[in-house]
């Protein structure tokens, strides 16, 4: 709570006014509940800019609506709080009237009110009306305007005109006025005596078009601009500033107030109440009506606004030259004074440029409404009304900047000086707004483009509108390129209510070149208070010199020469610095920038720190000055925690140059400045932040206050007192210290229930409570939920701050306590949470006798010190502060209250650390107030946190403290588990020796309690057990179980495998100690998987096997190791579930799915079948029916039954066994069962029957193998199964099965199948013939003869038989046997023979039987190859030789060549073989032989006799010369060739036939290579085709 309330007391505490018995809500609780609750509703509230960075409408920790928020608070099932007060519900009462003061008016003017409401109705964004939006002005000269206040009552923006300043000096007529005086003054009188024109002829009505305009911008609009864009990219000199340091793009929304002639203000302090920019409305019929009055009326306007400010003509002397330059003197004498400067001139006014002029601003637009017949706009009034002809409303104080402040300059152009009816005026603008083209008119002149865009016409209305409205229209442009220009015909409807398309066109335009204007503005601003904060900050070093250290002593001298005060010699004025730069920050709250709001204020922060503030309020107290002001009713704190600026701001004009007289008021308020703009930014965790540095820097301030207070004080006592005896110095001493114990426990209580109050304000937006235990479907189980952190990063943000907050108000509240109490009296609290708290220092009881002293009685709570506390608050401290400090017990309840709000904070926050000290010391409280059972709870919660953290010592603490809750309190159950918890392995190092004896004391008698055995106790970690395998398996495999999310280890057995379990037991008790026994629960997986998808819990029903060891068993101290013996007889997959340690009443389950090891399975399968069958004989000979014979052996299984089957494929049949004879045919079968009989392990038993083949398939695939399957199926058991069922231990369990096959098939193929065959002449007349052959038998065969019979000319030589050593050679199946023949070519037949080559192999099997195989070769080719050689060895072969004269030649020269051929071998025959019926070497003339010389594929051109006949008669040596010509250059390797044949012959039947004829083969030799050279040049000589040969 604020220390600064409505009610103010004097010096001795009293009030001066009545209060009421309950308090009321501080300013700050107020402020900071309004914000939040202003951003947890659906919208934003007032006019703050919505925030980018988060959304309220969507966050997880909003809280509920304040109607919701009050009925639960007032819930009658929630538990009385006693810090509970009605401070909350007189907190939302005063913010629901707020709003609906906010609804009702507005912004309308709030004076009067009290400091809480103006606290709400600032923080809800609705009171400050001069920062929620910028200001308009109008310029209307056809309102009627009464001087003093425009207020339009159609208006909800209408506010109080500013009144003028005197300073400026204008009538109240206003300047307009006077300036349309003086240019009726100057009507030549040729123009008084004419007939006026029908514009001035007529009535002058009144349109009052301002109340239109502003009446149809409220209703259609809502008096805002929409997506105002900050920055220009189009052009490179932006009129935005480039100091906006968080570099906003753009405003979503920007409220406008429009105020009709506005006066100016030229204090800079408040230059933020001036005008962005003008807007004039201007009324034209026609041009004569634009060139006579509404032209000059709007140029002297603009002359105003754009030329310079407006002072007193006495003041221009004493301006600065380097400020004030008066646009009218400051012109060469001679020159002709403007319209402008006349008029103020006869009110003794001149123009000015100085800064002191005022910021009016130089950005305008002119609205155009054509009237009169040619107007564009349906409906309205009919009567003109000139530009100038109305009451143009007050004067504007304006001034001009030059190029630094991005003004408007003005040309001194020639051509200006002599201006007629058309001219225009001449100027050159820096503004770089950007407006489209149906109402952009800032245009330059040098701009060509521009000058065309202008030329034509702009798409919108004015696109519709007639020519002569069109041509005005042109003529502003003109006229007043630097302004805006926009056509609203549609003011003059009636009603402004209606929207039409004409009106939604030029409204689109107004408002846009509105926002233009706007931003134009506003740069002009910002640069214009970064030049006046530059020169006052040029004057500050001489002034914070002062606060520093080393300057420290010339300031107390400077404070003597001045009787207590600082001169300021630098004549640096703090008061109007601070001034100007809030100023400036109400100009970017004004456009909706809070960020760049708050950095103004932080700059502040950083100029003076708050030490700086403290320091100039104590000069102020010391100097005795009065800080009083008008404000009566409220003190300057309330002023500054309200946020009231307006009537701050006063107090700082009059508390003097350096805010002596505030300084102490100066960090509160900026700080509900600060808070008001965080809210604005949607920030909730800094305005929660910002509040945190304020109360801690606030709190540390009042203190030094206070203590520096005393010191001045004491001094002055001293100095009065003198020499006085001792006992009145000590009794002064004493008073005074009382006094300051006083003052010190105000600043504890203030800053107590002041973080109470911002955490109780931050809970209307975020979560910082804990659920409500009272309400339906609770559980005390539910607060595991409140250690859960927020979701978000801004909830866990807030909750920290929030946390902080908290434990600096539980400080304060011990230190209140240790105030109260006095130094003889020892606080409840620090008592204990002290070192070692009372009850640890009384002797240990053990359990049996504690329980005899308590009987069945549960301890009563002790009786708390009911005495009443003595101290004074202030009356308008808290309610639940004054009652927390009345006895003992409230106070303890306050502590625990506060504390536990603290600890849910601090989960929320993330900080379990910090939650577990608090719980911690929640816990001693209860204990020293006898409450065990609520500590116990408190310290169950919070004793896993040092687990957590690794911290033994300080767990261990914990648990002790919990053991001592719980024994005291009698419960049974939880001191047994908390006993066993305190021998964790972790703790046993830092356990206390005589302390664990004594535990386990107790331990060993709590399990003697029958309450005790009904529990089913965990894994407690005083025993902790590990299973293992130490027998050895087949194998290792892991199996997830998602059931459990975690993988089953899987050891690989079989059924009969003696298996042998490891338990291994480690003890933490310093003792041994003996159990009742240990049991092992072996638990199927199927089941397993059930029972944890189910409860969760393994119980005797649920295993398969118990495994167990019986008593009497000791565990000792440390490892001890148990063995558990199992023979499985079923085969599945067990789990190694639960080991059970009972333990007098007491039984401790250990489930292997809760301990951090490994979780052990056996993966039991059927043991391997010692049972085998034979099926005999191995194959089956095609076409026979043979005996088949089966023999069973049970080997050393136990057989308990079983089927033999027999199943035969197609070609095969079969018959049952011992089938008659004479029913022999109609048994046969395809499939046959036979069943089998149980017998003992080493039986054995034979099946016989008959099996039947045919030699014929009826399938297509003669590949299919005819093959009889025989398929045992037996049911069998170990042969350990009897065993070990006599024990009667192992559960019965099913027989295992297992399945045997054999299977005979019938010979497919040949015993013996040719691979391949093949012959070769090695010799003359000698062949060599191979055969290799492919064994397809099953069974082993011995070779025992073979014979090659071959046709002719080949027969086998005596000994050409190779294959001696394969006789009686053993082949198995798959084998290859090789044969080789040595064979000769005989020539005593020349017919060929139509036998083919046979080989016979004989085979004997074991039996001795034989099987003959007659093998095919094919030697095809062989004798092919030998029938070719008889006709044609060695008859028509020729040898030629070619002959070249010379080696080398040209290219295209003829070259001689001989070929020389050799046709001996052609007229000698050798005798043939064979016998041909024609033939060219029988008896008879000799062929003719003809020859071809060809050149294809050489390098030559033949000629000459390339082909002939040759008579073989004459010589068996032939030349045949020709010439060649070479084709190419190089080493030529390729000549020309020479072909010889026979010529076709005559048959027998007398015709001819080449095929006769066999073919000759030329072996050609010749020459290596011919040089060929490249020609330079050819002589050619054409002769006749049938010349002979040179």
Known sequence: MSPAANIITDDEGQSSKSSSSSSSPSLLRICLSAGFVSQSSDGTHGNAAPSTTSSHSASPHRRRSIDSTTSSSSSPKRKKSVMSSDEGTKTLTLIRTAQGIARSSGAAPVSGKDPKTLAALSALGHWSHSHNGVTVNVIDPTT??????????????????????????????????????????????SDANSNPPSWESNTQQKLN??????????????????????????????????????????????????????????????????????????????????????????????????????????????????????????????????????????????ASKSSEAGNFGSRYIIVFVPVGSGASSSGGASATTAGGGGNAGGGFGGFRAGKKGGGVIVENNKHNNNMDDNASVATTTTSSSTHDGASSNNHSQHNTNAAAAAAAYPPGPIAHSSKEVKELYHKFLKDFPNGRTVILGTLLDADVSTISPLKNQEWKAFLHNLGGAVVDGFGDRVRRYDEELRRLDSKRAAFVRKFSGEHSKMMVADKKKTNGHLEEESGFDLSHFFLVKESLAFTYEQMQLPGEAKLQYEELNAFLPEEAWRQLAQQASAGGEDDSSDTAMMSPSDLAMAGDWERFRKLIKSSGRDLRGVSSFVPQYMYSREVRLLFQMGSPVDVLNRSKEFLVKEYRSKLLDVAADFGQRWKKEIERIGMSSSEHILAAQSKMKQDRLKKEAEIEAWALSSCWDVKCAAEHYFTLSPPDTTSEGWKKDDDAAMAAAAPTVEGQDAAR????????????????????????????????????????????????????????????????????????????????????????????????????????????????RFASRLEDHRAEVLISRGEYNLAADVLSNNVGACARDQWNRAHYWRIFRLACCQRVSGDVLAYLETLTQSFNPRLSSVAPKKTASLFQNDLEALITDAAVAEPRWGAFPFLETELSIESETAGKSSQPLPFLRRKLSKYLTYVGDELRFSLSINSHLPRAISVNGIRLYLVTLASYEQVYRGNGTVSEEDAFRILSIDAPITIEPGKNQFSFPWQPMTYNVYVLATVEIQWKEASFFYDSALLRKPLVGLDIQPSEPTQTIELNPLFLIPGHVQNVRLVFHSGSDIITGGAVTLICS???????????????????????????????????????????????????????????????????????????????????????????????????????????????????????????????????????????????????????????????????????????????????????????????????????????????????????????????????????????????????????????????????????????????????????????????????????????LIDSKRSDIVSIPFRGIPTRSGLLRHFPEIIIEYLPITTLSGSLSSSLTPPITVLTKTPERFKSLAFTNSLSLAVPQDLEEF
């Open 209 to 350: 078009l301002y109340s239109k305009l502003s009446s149809t911008f409220s209703e259609l609009y809502s008096s805002t601009l929409h997506s105002i864009n900050l920055h220009n990219k189009t052009n490179s000199k932006s009129n935005i500033p480039l100091f906006l340091r968080t570099k906003p793009q753009s405003v979503p929304k920007l409220p406008v107030k429009l105020k009709l002639q506005q006066q100016p203000i030229s204090t800079a302090e408040q230059w933020h109440d001036n005008p962005y920019c003008h807007i004039y409305i201007a009324c034209c019929e026609n041009v004569d009506h634009y060139r006579a009055k509404v032209r000059p009326a709007v140029r002297a306007f603009v002359n105003q606004i754009e030329g310079s400010g407006i002072m007193s003509q006495e003041n221009v002397e004493l301006a600065s030259p380097t400020s004030a330059t008066a646009s009218g003197g400051g012109k060469e004498k001679g020159k002709k004074k403007t319209a402008n400067e006349k008029a103020l001139a006869k009110l003794g006014h001149v």
């Open 144 to 189: 009627q305007s009464t001087g003093g206040i425009t207020y339009n009552q159609a208006s909800p923006v209408a506010v109080p005109a500013t009144p003028p300043q005197s300073g400026v000096g204008v009538a109240a007529g206003g300047l307009f006025k006077t300036l349309r005086g003086d240019l009726s003054d100057n009507k030549s009188s």
């Open 801 to 912: 701050c929030i946390a902080e907050l908290l434990e600096f108000a539980i400080l304060r509240l011990i230190r209140l306590g240790d105030l109260a109490l006095g130094e003889e009296k020892v606080n409840p609290i620090r008592r204990a949470t002290s070192e070692r708290p009372a009850d640890t220092l009384k002797p240990w009881v053990p359990w049996k006798e504690l329980r005899k002293q308590r009987g069945s009685m549960s301890p009563e709570r002790k009786k708390n010190n009911s005495e009443a506390w003595t101290i004074n608050f202030s009356p308008d401290a808290s309610s639940w502060v004054r009652n927390a400090f009345s006895n003992s017990s409230t106070y303890e309840d306050t502590y625990l209250e506060l504390a536990k709000a603290a600890v849910y904070i601090n989960r929320r926050a993330g900080r379990f």
């Open 1210 to 1508: 197609e070609g095969l049949q079969v018959v049952p066994p011992k089938t008659d004879q004479s029913k022999l045919e109609e048994a046969w079968r395809d499939e046959c069962v036979i069943p089998l009989d149980a017998c003992e392990p080493g039986k054995k038993i034979v099946i016989t029957t008959l099996v039947k083949s045919t030699s014929s398939r009826s399938g297509n695939n003669a590949d299919d193998v005819q093959e009889m399957m025989a398929k045992v199926e037996t049911s069998y058991r170990h042969k350990s199964y009897d065993s070990v069922m006599e024990k009667g231990e192992e559960p019965d369990s099913n027989p295992m099965k297992t399945l045997l096959e054999a299977m005979v098939t019938t010979l497919d193929r040949p015993a013996l199948a040719v691979d391949g065959s093949e012959a070769f002449v090695f010799d003359e007349d000698r062949v060599m013939v191979n055969v290799s052959l492919h064994c397809n038998t099953p069974v082993p065969f011995f070779v025992k003869e073979w014979n090659l019979d071959l046709p002719s000319p080949l027969v086998v030589e005596e000994d050409g038989d190779l294959n001696k050593g394969m006789f009686q050679h053993a082949i198995p199946e798959g084998d290859m046997l090789l044969f080789g023949f040595k064979c000769l070519r005989a020539d005593d037949s020349d017919e060929p023979s139509s036998e083919r080559p046979i080989l016979r192999v004989v085979l004997q099997d074991d039996f001795g039987k034989t099987f003959l195989q007659v093998l095919p070769l094919n030697l095809d080719d062989i004798y092919k190859q030998l029938r070719k050689e008889d006709e044609y060895a060695e008859l028509h072969n020729a040898t030629a030789e070619l002959v070249c004269s010379i080696k080398e030649g040209s290219v295209g020269h003829p070259v001689p060549f001989v070929y020389n051929l050799n046709l001996q071998s052609l007229i000698s025959p050798k005798a043939r073989r064979s016998n041909m019926s024609v033939s060219v070497a029988s008896e008879g003339p000799r062929p003719t032989v003809l020859y071809t010389i060809i050149s294809e594929g050489s390098d030559w051109i033949v000629s000459g006799k390339v082909q002939g």
